[in-house]
Structure formats: structure tokens, C-alpha cells
């Protein structure tokens, strides 16, 4: 069901120096060995972007962004949260406000369903005036949910979308898990966001669970 899957750590802050993360720094605190960059990589005082097979970097004034596929993960030491962790380790002082742990999944519909038809049975229920307006065949469907779960505040946004090579049809799942920090002292927003970056597998397992139960309707 599930076709494919991706996910980012987004660490926002009131000011990033981006400058500090040199090529040299990088390498010297381990934060990615240079013999596996490959691609594009831009290290200027306004923006850091690098990227290796698994996973891509950028880092601005306002915020810390990697993205990296997920596939299957089998452990909870990820390389994507171990570069996480050691960049905020590194920079204690940094005025840290929020982190959002971001969730992507991509599913077909079952053997023998028709798209749309799995598509309104997955998300178009409803009598209202709206529902009854969007009631055609050629219709696409999506939804919007929102809670608090644990310390964060849980966004899932599905819609459809197609593939780009192809044009399938798919539904997309996205998560975002919002942490905000900024009610703990300056001094103490480091151990919270590594306690919270700690958190990733757990909350992956429990969105993906989620889209499975969901689309086997």
C-alpha cells in the first residue's frame, strides 16, 4: 500500500550563524565525513547546503532543514538524527524556538480498487452541501486533521497528487509534529531539542501505523 516515503527535522531558531558550518567544521566534529558529499554544496555566510546519498542539508539564518527518505528503517540510530543531534550539541548558545518532526507517505489503491472510488471511500464521506457539489465521478478527495500529541502539536494534511514520471494517482499522508520551545530558558532549549530529536523513530512508527490502519479502510 505504502509506495513511498520521506521525511525532514526542521530546527527553527530566532538567529543561525550558518557561517560556522564549514566544510572543515563539518568534517572536524564528524557531523558528515566530506569524502561522502556529493552534488551541489554551498557553504557562504548566509546559506550552508550540502548533501550525500542518504540525506540533504541547509541550514539559513532562520532554520535547520534536513530531508532524507526513510525506506524501512530498522534501527533508531539514523544518521539523519545523529546529524541533528550533534549540530545543536555543538551550538548551546543558539536561541533554538521550535522543531517540527515531518512525516511523508505516499500510498496506491488496493489490487482491483478504482482510484477515485478509493479515494471518496477513504475521504469523501459526508452529506454536507460541499460533499454533495463535489459528487461526481472524476472527483479527488482530501482531508485536514489536527491535535495535540504529547509535546507536540500533530498536523496531517492528506491529499492526492500524481507522480511525476508517470501520472499515477496517489494519496499523500503528511505529519507534522510542531515542538514549540521557546517556554524553556535559552540555556536549556539544547537538552529539549535533543530529547525531542530522540523521539523521531517513535513518532515515524506511529504515523505510518496510522496511514496503514486508514487505508485499509
Known sequence: MIENESASIVIIAQLFNPSILTEAWINKYDI????KLEGVRIFSPN???????????????????????????KEDILIHKDIAIKTVNLLPHTPFQSLGLNFDFFIIEPPGEIFNEYNKKLLGSG?????????S?????????????????????????????????????????????TNYEVDKRCARLVE?????KSLYDFSRNLVITAGTL
Open 32 to 35: 558528515i565525513e566530506l569524502p
Open 127 to 135: 452529506d454536507s452541501k460541499l460533499s454533495q457539489e463535489f459528487s
Open 196 to 200: 525531542l530529536i530522540s523521539r523521531w
Open 137 to 181: 465521478s472524476d472527483v479527488k478527495y482530501g482531508r485536514y486533521f489536527s491535535k495535540n500529541h504529547g509535546d507536540a502539536r500533530l498536523k496531517l494534511n492528506i491529499v492526492p497528487v500524481q507522480r511525476i514520471d508517470d501520472k499515477k494517482d496517489l494519496i499523500k499522508f503528511s505529519f507534522n509534529f510542531h515542538h514549540d520551545i
Open 47 to 73: 546559506v550552508v547546503q550540502f548533501q550525500t546519498s542518504e540525506v540533504g542539508v541547509q541550514v539559513t539564518p532562520q532554520k535547520m532543514q534536513i530531508v532524507f527518505n526513510t525506506h524501512n528503517p
